[in-house]
C-alpha cells in the first residue's frame, strides 16, 4: 500500500508539472502568435507557433486528466492519460523524425515559395509592406535577387543601410558599396527557421522525456490499482 501511495502522489505531481508545462507553453506561444504574427510573407513559413500553441493545450488537458485520475485511483481515467500520452509521444517522434530529416530541403522549399511571388510590383500593397518591415527588421532586400526583385518600382528606404549603420549588427548582413543590403530576406528567413527548428525540435525532447515517465507512472499505478481491487472490480 505504501508502494501504491508513493506512485499516486508522484503521478500526481509529475501532472501538475506537466500541466504547468503545458500553461507555458501556450502562454509563450500566444505572446510570440500575437507580437510577432501578422507578416503575409512570414506567417507561412513558422507554422511552429500554431503548432506548439495546440500542444499546449493538449498538454493542460491531459495534465489535468492525468491529476484526477491519480488522486482518485481511476482506472478508466488513466487508461485513457496513458494511451493519450502514448499516442503524443509516437507522433512527437514522428514529427520530429521527420523535421530533423527535411531541414536540409527548407531552403529549397522556401525559395520556391518565395520566387512564385515575384514580380514584386504586381503584390498588393500589403504585401509590399509586410516585406518593408521585414527588410528593416532583418537587414536585408528583396526576396530571393536582392533589391532588383523590386525593379520597376524604386527601391525602398528599408533596403538601404546607410541609415542603419549604428543599429545592433545582424550577423551575415552585407551592406554593399550602393549603401543597399545585398542580403536578400529568403537567405534571413531560412536562417530563422533553422533556428527556431533547433529549438522546436529541442522542446519536443525534453517533452518527450516526461512523456517516458508519465507513462511508466501511470501503467504502474493502473496496474497497483487493479491488483488492490481485485481482477473483478471495474474502474
Given at each position: 500500500m505504501a508502494?501504491?501511495?508513493c506512485v499516486k502522489y508522484l503521478l500526481f505531481f509529475f501532472n501538475?508539472?506537466?500541466w504547468l508545462s503545458g500553461c507555458l507553453i501556450l502562454?509563450?506561444?500566444i505572446y510570440l502568435r500575437v507580437s510577432k504574427g501578422g507578416n503575409e510573407i512570414t506567417d507561412q513559413y513558422f507554422p511552429a507557433v500554431n503548432l506548439m500553441i495546440a500542444i499546449g493545450a493538449i498538454i493542460m488537458v491531459l495534465g489535468f486528466l492525468g491529476c484526477c485520475g491519480a488522486l482518485k485511483e481511476s482506472r478508466c481515467m488513466l487508461l485513457l492519460f496513458f494511451i493519450f500520452l502514448l499516442i503524443i509521444f509516437i507522433l512527437l517522434v514522428a514529427a520530429g523524425i521527420a523535421g530533423a530529416v527535411s531541414q536540409n530541403k527548407m531552403e529549397d522549399w522556401v525559395n520556391k515559395q518565395l520566387k512564385a511571388m515575384l514580380p514584386l510590383a504586381n503584390q498588393p500593397q500589403s504585401v509590399k509592406?509586410?516585406?518593408e518591415n521585414l527588410q528593416k527588421d532583418l537587414?536585408?532586400?528583396g526576396l530571393v535577387n536582392g533589391k532588383t526583385d523590386w525593379s520597376p518600382d524604386?527601391?525602398?528606404?528599408?533596403c538601404r543601410c546607410n541609415y542603419t549603420i549604428s543599429a545592433t549588427?545582424?550577423?551575415g548582413a552585407e551592406c554593399g558599396s550602393d549603401r543597399y543590403y545585398s542580403t536578400p530576406c529568403s537567405t534571413r528567413i531560412v536562417n530563422l527557421m533553422k533556428e527556431n527548428m533547433v529549438i522546436v525540435l529541442g522542446i519536443a525532447f525534453g517533452i518527450a522525456v516526461l512523456l517516458i515517465f508519465g507513462l511508466a507512472f501511470s501503467m504502474a499505478l493502473y496496474c497497483q490499482i487493479g491488483k488492490k481491487d481485485g481482477p473483478t472490480t471495474n474502474a
Open positions: 508502494v501504491n501511495k501538475l508539472l506537466f502562454a509563450v506561444s509592406s509586410d516585406l537587414k536585408c532586400c524604386p527601391f525602398p528606404e528599408s549588427p545582424v550577423p
